[in-house]
């Protein structure tokens, strides 16, 4: 497979394991978001839409790979805070574009969009 073909198809099945995104760009917003989808292979995907990423928090066993996907028409970035147990930036991320980062050590990694700073989530990882 081509590597311009990945990106492609990784966003196919994301639109499958996926549903439509909700929730808020604020750290603090409890309501429902529906956009991390996790497998038994031990993958989470979480989409970005509407300046939002779909899942302000989720908690997710060491080993897990987690996939952002861009579904805005505009860029954004996935990029840890400086007190991440492991840094991690995804550069920019245009319409369509994944990235993904396996989480091997426990801790509680906080993230921002670079571009948006009040986009703002946190990955949990036991």
Do not use: K
Request: hydrophobic residues 40%.
């Amino acid at each position: 497979m081509t590597a311009r073909r990945r990106p492609v198809l990784l966003l196919a099945l994301a639109s499958l394991l996926v549903p439509a995104c909700s929730g808020s760009g604020d750290a603090a917003d409890t309501g429902p978001a529906a956009t991390a989808a996790s497998d038994p292979l031990g993958s989470t995907v979480i989409g970005i839409e509407t300046s939002r990423f779909g899942e302000t928090r989720v908690t997710v066993p060491a080993g897990t790979v987690v996939t952002w996907v861009n579904r805005d028409p505009y860029a954004h970035t996935v990029t840890s805070r400086d007190d991440a147990p492991v840094p991690f930036d995804s550069g920019e991320l245009t319409q369509g574009a994944t990235f993904e980062m396996r989480f091997d050590e426990p801790g509680v990694y906080d993230y921002f969009c670079a571009i948006h700073p009040t986009m703002r989530a946190t990955v949990v990882v036991t």
